[in-house]
């Protein structure tokens, strides 16, 4: 099949293989500047914005995609290729693809290219929300002082050259500057990310930074900015070169990075955007008073889920997720987990099915076309497991609750920190703190509560016997009997409680 390379002059032509913008890109002015352009946001936000598009009367909310890290070279270069455009592969539920051509980044920015360009485009009166995927290691909070981290180097040099920022604390306070002093308006800032009160992180985390950095300005935040909470979710896994190949085979585009993802889509967000919004409920997007609820159940369940399913299953060989979960004892062990002990934590969500919801999840896992990467969702943990998981377990030990299933997952991660999986082949962790996670692995193979005492992470968990008790006997069943001989034997235990 004759193949055409993806960008704007093809577009007619690919058109005959799978579904391009319904609007002329021509006619769209940017509204929106986005920050991290990776797989999620092109898979989620920018869907719903390409939907909404299609609607001449919403011409003023385009997207800029802003890439802020270095690492970002390729995809940005790659954007700019194909002129912002890029094929959405959704993974059905039967094995059959969807593409669509989406067409919703109609400006690209590369901020260490020309940082000023940023923050003019940031500070532009046309620009109505930048909104955020910065990943929840991100927000620069030290979970050990419950504060912004100042030690942080990046952060250091943005305080020292204001004018060429590395950090979004940095562009942030610098186009929030422009805007004031301009006589401007305002904008809504909006987290995209998987944390509990991402609104609020975002607001508290960047008035900490603009303290330092620009005090005069806090007042000014305050009154003209705008931090809405959101829940996200659409599961979107790594592109395999496998997928980039069939798309040229069966297709014909020759796409250098499509996205590809589950399904499933949503967006809750609390309806406080300062500065006004694209109408996106229009497509599907859900706005309510209080998000907080439906992030805690996301987190608490899909997140967490995720990372049960990630850590057991890196340590018993599995690559993908949806081999670990359809793994009995691991699938077992989950629905015990997501009954036992996260129930009990999650309140405010009245007309939520949550038995409904835990049944699509365990699907939505178990789906073998995704084939999302084991190594994607245990990247990070350090960053992940004190926002999806520990909310839960210090939740139950206040409440005397059952803590057995989320320990043992924490005891398998002291042991997954050691960089090898049972069978003794070399783990790929990538993770900012993988250093003083495997010191502190290396130090509990004499005892095993030592890998607890990373603050940063666990805060004073180690403090609490229930949990040392519980993590302890997890540890030494995993090291004594094999890994999937010790879920076995936790569930039983649990089952016959229960
Ligand atoms: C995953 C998320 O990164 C992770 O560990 O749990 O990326 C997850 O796939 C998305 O939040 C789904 O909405």
Not at 323 to 351: C, R, W
Not at 402 to 412: R, Y
Request: overall charge negative; aromatic content about 8%; glycine content about 6%.
């Amino acid at each position: 099949m004759t193949s055409y390379k993806l960008n704007t002059q093809n577009l007619t032509a690919i058109s005959s293989q799978v579904s391009i913008p319904e609007y002329n890109r021509d006619t769209i002015n940017t509204g929106i500047v986005h920050v991290g352009i990776g797989g999620f946001h092109r898979a989620h936000q920018a869907y719903y914005t390409d939907q909404l598009l299609k609607d001449p009367s919403f011409n003023n909310w385009g997207i800029c995609g802003v890439a802020l890290l270095d690492f970002d070279t390729k995809i940005y270069n790659i954007l700019k290729d194909q002129n912002g455009l890029y094929t959405l592969i959704v993974k059905e539920l039967d094995g059959s693809l969807t593409k669509k051509v989406i067409g919703a980044m109609v400006e690209y920015l590369f901020a260490p290219e020309n940082p000023l360009r940023v923050i003019e485009k940031m500070a532009n009166p046309d620009i109505k929300i930048i909104t955020l995927t910065i990943t929840e290691g991100g927000y620069n909070y030290n979970e050990a002082t419950g504060t912004f981290d100042f030690e942080n180097l990046l952060i250091q040099h943005d305080l020292k050259n204001p004018d060429v920022p590395k950090t979004i604390f940095g562009y942030l306070t610098q186009s929030l500057k422009l805007r004031k002093e301009r006589g401007l308006l305002g904008c809504t800032i909006q987290s995209c990310d998987n944390i509990q009160g991402n609104g609020h992180m975002i607001k508290k985390m960047l008035l900490s930074y603009v303290k330092e950095a620009e005090p005069s300005l806090i007042s000014w935040i305050k009154e003209n900015v705008s931090f809405p909470n959101s829940m996200v979710d659409r599961i979107t896994p790594a592109t395999a070169s496998s997928d980039i190949i069939n798309l040229k085979k069966t297709s014909g585009i020759d796409d250098a990075w499509p996205v590809v993802c589950e399904p499933f889509i949503q967006w809750v967000i609390e309806d406080d955007f300062i500065a006004g919004r694209p109408a996106w409920e229009n497509v599907g997007v859900q706005f309510v008073k209080d998000v907080l609820p439906y992030e805690k159940m996301k987190l608490a369940l899909l997140n967490a889920g995720h990372s049960v399913i990630g850590i057991l299953g890196a340590l018993m060989g599995y690559k993908t997720i949806d081999k670990a979960v359809n793994n009995p004892q691991i699938h077992s062990f989950l629905e015990i987990y997501m009954d036992n002990e996260v129930t009990p934590t999650l309140d405010g969500l009245e007309g939520v099915d949550l038995k409904k919801y835990k049944t699509s999840l365990l699907q939505r896992f178990g789906n073998v076309y995704i084939e999302d990467q084991i190594d994607r969702i245990c990247s990070e943990s350090s960053a992940k497991i004190p926002i999806f998981m520990l909310p839960t377990i210090y939740k139950q030990l206040a409440n005397k609750g059952n803590i057995t299933h989320g320990a043992f997952v924490i005891a398998a991660w002291a042991i997954y920190s050691l960089g090898k999986d049972e069978s003794g082949k070399d783990l790929n962790i990538k993770d900012a703190m993988v250093d003083v996670l495997n010191e502190k692995a290396k130090a509990s193979q004499e005892k095993p509560a030592s890998f607890l005492e990373i603050a940063s992470i666990f805060r004073d968990l180690k403090e609490s016997k229930q949990f040392v008790e519980a993590y302890t006997s997890a540890y030494n069943s995993i090291v004594k009997n094999n890994i999937e001989a010790s879920i076995k034997a936790l569930n039983a235990l649990a089952l016959s409680n229960n």
